[in-house]
């Protein structure tokens, strides 16, 4: 039974954070090698000296239980946490503390997961709702609409008590804000006793801008010849920073259980080889559970999802090509598909990605897709990008007409590909998701302006007063005016969305392994139609019309799934089954 239990959670020695051995004590392992001595320093005034081994490791035992807390003395006027801390006394430039992964008792032991196909994904923000525990007093709520897993934004600990969760600085470590290591399991748990996965959004591309000292004893974690949007880029060629990253998402997937990494931009890391190598080696340490590894990455690399490796990529090209469709809003990332629209949704529709190699506005971008499965895409409207990148923070009911919105929610929910919602678009919120943090002082300063100086090539924001009223996210207004209200047409919305997700659940996900697109084709304005070949041999069929003329749609050859409308007609869609 241990073993089958360990072989369930991952658990392993780990190079990165403290390990309490078998005798009670604790041992403690930092690499820094550019010093040639680092100090262990405990809360209760204790001070040992580490020993050095010649790749730069420094290892130290102590007597240090659980709650014990401690930091690394580097140099007599620099003490730093341990960047693989698991939790944090104090914030990121705090005391790190002693924790023990296994106290944590857990109720449904036995849980493997739930196939990928089954996913119907909401992304939420921990912070906005609360705590972990606040986001645990709403699964009943989602679970009762359909949604299968929820997808938590990063909870890596960073500066201060609000921020989106990449500007994080300890990924080892919970946010103190949004509560405690056990408090994040209960959660976890409590999902899984209702049937639901969990899955957590990572970040080995950078790290934020306050609380991480790396570079201080260890400049060899960062790539020198490289860099990203968001500050130095990590060199995941070396073995030590290989392993805090591998060795982190094993981790969450182990000790936290959670059922699936969301792997943020990973084209910032720029290693196929680190990608492909991450992927191996979690499947291999977890056998006996449904793991599921999905990647944003804007090079849409086809060649990363195939069998035993990543299991989708978020797909952006549906977002941006539908975007445009819903808004007419061309500038910015939507001018690459402002050109022809309609045509790169069939393409999208058919094939999963709308670039597949070709020139994007800077560069080609993409690899071909056509023989990946539809479950390689996960399809979304809004998520927190695409929403708090924006100025405002103005979610999509608010820049197209309820009809249209309608017609494309059904298209989501219904198409082959994984489905997304961002929280509050089940219940029509009409509240901003604006980009929000919690610095201080000059760092404060920058991040306000850069943020209002970024929206000065948009034609709205050209004008230095307008871009004066854009949200400053240190304002505490901005992260509370960021948490997802109810809309005036919430009994509406949820009761719409609960129906799309029961036909997905009834008709599409039973047939959904191995399905493949076997054509598309525009029929006017804004208006496509797309076929798939179903696992079972069936062929699901769907016609939507997002423009402002009729069309003919395809005669229905099967049975009807769902209609929206009056076939052809503006704002109108249907879905049908046939054999």
């Known amino acids: 039974m241990a073993n089958e239990q360990t072989r369930l959670n991952g658990d392993e020695q780990m190079k990165w954070g403290p390990q309490i051995d078998s005798d009670g004590k604790t041992r403690f392992r930092l690499w820094a090698p550019d010093q040639d001595a680092v100090r262990l320093e405990l809360a209760d005034g204790s001070v040992l000296p580490m020993d050095r081994d010649e790749g730069g490791w420094f290892e130290g035992a102590a007597d240090a239980p659980p709650g014990a807390r401690y930091r690394f003395r580097i140099r007599d006027d620099l003490a730093v946490p341990d960047p693989a801390s698991r939790q944090q006394s104090g914030g990121v430039h705090g005391w790190s503390v002693v924790t023990d992964p296994e106290a944590y008792l857990w109720t449904s032991p036995g849980w493997r997961g739930r196939p990928w196909e089954e996913a119907v994904i909401l992304e939420l923000h921990v912070g906005v709702l609360g705590s972990f525990a606040g986001v645990a007093g709403q699964l009943e709520h989602w679970r009762d609409l359909g949604i299968t897993a929820i997808e938590l934004m990063p909870v890596g600990a960073f500066s201060g008590t609000r921020n989106w969760g990449y500007d994080g600085v300890l990924p080892y470590a919970v946010a103190e804000s949004y509560g405690t290591p056990d408090e994040l399991k209960a959660l976890v748990d409590r999902a ?84 492909d190598g991450m992927a191996a080696e979690i499947r291999a340490a977890l056998p006996g559970r449904q793991i599921h590894l999905v990647l944003e990455n804007e090079h849409n690399d086809a060649d990363r999802l195939m069998p035993g490796g990543y299991d989708a990529q978020w797909n952006d090209d549906f977002h941006n090509v539908l975007h445009v469709l819903l808004t007419g809003e061309t500038e910015g990332y939507y001018a690459a598909f402002a050109d022809d629209p309609t045509g790169r949704l069939a393409r999208c529709l058919e094939q999963g990605f709308v670039y597949q190699g070709e020139e994007c506005g800077h560069g080609p971008r993409g690899k071909p897709c056509g023989h990946l499965a539809t479950t390689s895409f996960v399809a979304f409207l809004q998520n927190h990008d695409q929403i708090g990148n924006r100025a405002m923070g103005e979610r999509l009911i608010e820049l197209t007409d309820p009809a249209r919105l309608c017609a494309a929610v059904a298209l989501m929910l ?50 230095p007063a307008v871009r004066e009223r854009i949200p400053d996210p240190n304002d505490p207004a901005t992260f509370a005016a960021s948490a997802p209200q109810s809309g005036p047409e919430a009994a509406h919305w949820l009761s719409f969305y609960r129906e799309l997700i029961a036909l997905r659940h009834r008709h599409i996900v039973p047939r959904l392994k191995g399905a493949r697109g076997t054509g598309a084709k525009v029929l006017g304005d804004k208006a496509v139609t797309a076929n798939w070949r179903m696992g079972d041999g069936s062929t699901l069929s769907l016609a939507l019309n997002l423009g402002d003329a009729p069309v003919a749609f395809p005669e229905s050859d099967g049975d009807i799934l769902f209609a929206l409308g009056e076939a052809g007609m503006p704002s109108s869609f249907i879905a049908w089954s046939s054999r």
Do not use: K
């Open 192 to 275: 899984h006793g209702l049937g639901m996965m969990v899955m957590l959004d990572v970040v080995y591309n950078h790290f934020g801008p306050d609380g991480n000292y790396l570079a201080a004893y260890a400049s060899g974690f960062f790539d020198d010849t490289a860099d990203t949007p968001w500050g130095g880029a990590v060199a995941v060629t070396r073995d030590p920073v290989r392993r805090y990253f591998i060795d982190n998402a094993l981790m969450w997937l182990g000790q936290y259980r959670f059922d699936g990494l969301r792997f943020d931009a990973v084209h910032a890391i720029g290693d196929a080889g680190f990608l």
């Open 414 to 463: 219904l198409c082959p590909q994984i489905p997304m919602l961002f929280m509050g678009e089940e219940t029509g919120s009409r509240s901003p998701f604006l980009f929000f943090t919690d610095f201080e002082d000059d760092l404060a300063d920058t991040v306000r302006n850069g943020r209002r100086q970024e929206f000065s090539r948009f034609s709205a924001f050209s004008d």
